[in-house]
């Protein structure tokens, strides 16, 4: 069946950059999602990749795809404290229920 | 402002209560998703609608139900069959197409066993 999975826990100090990984399952996924979720709040969108991309940069985010691995990851640079969440990895399922498949998220701490 | 409206924040449940948790949405979305959150577990899928009047099981339905008899409103109900409620709910939608925009979640609501 399907499955993502990233790593729990992610440290880094202000101003370095945060790297997130995560590993997905379903081969003919078209779209791979990060999204972020502070405390206590519902999920925002962060960024999308298209399966046929290598990589997308949107301001401080890098998207990298290695669809050869099935693996993402999300680069954020000069990483704030304002950064600190959780960060969720989900794929797109390639049926009509547009189901997400999501990761169990990725905990960033930005130590000052 | 178009969005995902969760109602309540916070719910406490007696043991045996059912309850009902609120989701309205005003995007126009025919797609809508219920999530349970637990600590470390991620979103795992309770139900889903892909139109008025019709819902699909997801991954861990069991104790719980669900109605869609409009198109911006999908309530779900924690039933006392369900053993081990509490958590964190969110709701989801999407637009017809589904991709690529995603979901757009509401806040959530955290639901509590007393």
């Known amino acids: 069946g399907e499955d993502v999975e990233q790593s729990l826990f992610l440290s880094v100090r202000e101003g370095d950059s945060s790297v997130i990984n995560c590993t997905y399952t379903d081969s003919s996924s078209t779209y791979l999602y990060w999204y972020k979720q502070e405390p206590g709040a519902g999920l925002q969108l962060l960024t999308y990749i298209f399966s046929n991309m290598d990589m997308k940069q949107d301001q401080r985010l890098t998207v990298l795809l290695n669809k050869k691995d099935k693996h993402l990851s999300l680069r954020i640079a000069d990483t704030q404290t304002g950064d600190s969440a959780i960060y969720f990895c989900?794929?797109?399922?390639?049926?009509?229920?547009?189901?997400?498949?999501f990761g169990s998220g990725t905990r960033l701490l930005v130590r000052p | 402002d178009g969005g995902i409206t969760q109602s309540p924040k916070y719910l406490f449940r007696k043991e045996g209560q059912n309850v009902t948790l609120s989701c309205e949405q005003n995007?126009?979305?025919?797609?809508m998703y219920w999530y349970r959150q637990d600590p470390g577990q991620g979103l795992r899928l309770i139900y889903y609608?892909?139109?008025?009047?019709?819902?699909q099981k997801g991954d861990i339905a069991e104790g719980y139900s669900v109605s869609r008899e409009k198109k911006e409103s999908f309530p779900l109900t924690v039933t006392s069959a369900q053993k081990n409620p509490t958590a964190f709910y969110l709701c989801?939608?999407?637009?017809?197409?589904?991709?690529?925009?995603?979901?757009?979640f509401g806040s959530g609501t955290r639901l509590t066993v007393v």
């Open positions: 995007l126009n979305h025919d797609a």
């Open positions: 609608s892909q139109i008025v009047n019709d819902f």
């Open positions: 989900a794929e797109s399922l390639m049926d009509s229920s547009y189901k997400l498949i």
């Open positions: 989801a939608s999407t637009p017809p197409t589904g991709r690529p925009t995603g979901y757009t």
